[in-house]
């Protein structure tokens, strides 16, 4: 059995969902045979019953069902959304600095912070904004900040105006929602 666990969060319904239905050793099987193994419902056990006759495994005897009550609401409409897709084991995730800095580029290029002043960027106090023409302002020694708070500098390399940037990344992927998102800021 190993110790990653990709089907963590699902309910034993959708794993019954996801078994494919073919006899030998399967991938995905095997993964839900493996969660399973952390499981004791008796549907899971009736499943890794299952998962382990279709494996060709001697299977241990499933528990006999108890009858279970008839559901009396109405089911949710999270029930009726269908399960995800099945996850495939991923490799050992590593802390690697370029990988670090991609994904954060990701991050700031698909959530860009937009404003139309820079005094936005501050809260809308126009006097925490430092002008690097009258030289940068930590070279005199530490600012003073607010009574109570911290001061922290945030260094903007770049900006772009809205619009035109999200008109041009509609154009090319094509966004067939009907609300666009607004691309004023």
Same mark, same amino acid.
């Given at each position: 059995?190993?110790?990653?666990?990709p089907?963590?969060?699902?309910g034993?319904?959708? $794993?019954?969902?996801?078994?494919?239905?073919?006899?030998?050793?399967?991938?995905?099987n095997?993964a839900?045979?493996?969660?399973l193994?952390?499981?004791?419902t008796q549907?899971?056990?009736?499943?890794?019953?299952?998962?382990e006759?279709?494996?060709?495994?001697?299977a241990?005897?499933?528990?006999?069902?108890?009858?279970?009550?008839?559901?009396?609401?109405?089911?949710?409409?999270?029930?009726?959304?269908k399960?995800?897709?099945?996850l495939?084991p991923?490799?050992?995730?590593?802390?690697d600095?370029?990988?670090?800095?991609?994904?954060w580029?990701?991050?700031?290029?698909?959530?860009?912070?937009?404003?139309?002043m820079p005094?936005?960027l501050?809260?809308?106090?126009?006097?925490?904004?430092?002008?690097?023409?009258?030289?940068l302002?930590?070279?005199?020694?530490?600012?003073k900040?607010?009574?109570?708070m911290?001061?922290y500098?945030?260094?903007?390399?770049g900006? $772009?105006?809205?619009s035109?940037?999200?008109?041009?990344?509609?154009?090319?992927?094509?966004?067939s929602?009907?609300?666009?998102?607004?691309?004023?800021?």
């Open positions: 059995m190993s110790t990653h666990r089907y963590i969060d699902l034993i319904d959708q $794993l019954e969902k996801l078994v494919v239905d073919m006899p030998g050793a399967n991938p995905i095997d839900l045979l493996d969660e193994h952390h499981r004791n549907r899971a056990l009736r499943l890794r019953g299952r998962l006759k279709m494996r060709g495994r001697a241990s005897p499933a528990p006999k069902a108890q009858p279970q009550p008839q559901q009396t609401t109405k089911p949710s409409p999270d029930s009726a959304r399960p995800p897709p099945p495939v991923r490799s050992r995730v590593a802390n600095p370029e990988n670090i800095l991609r994904a580029t990701v991050l700031e290029v698909l959530s860009p912070a937009s404003f139309r005094a936005d501050a809260g809308g106090d126009g006097r925490r904004v430092a002008r690097f023409d009258r030289g302002p930590w070279e005199n020694g530490p600012g900040a607010p009574q109570g911290r001061l500098f945030q260094i903007v390399l900006s $772009l105006s809205m035109p940037a999200m008109e041009q990344l509609l154009q090319r992927f094509a966004d929602r009907p609300e666009r998102p607004n691309g004023r800021g």
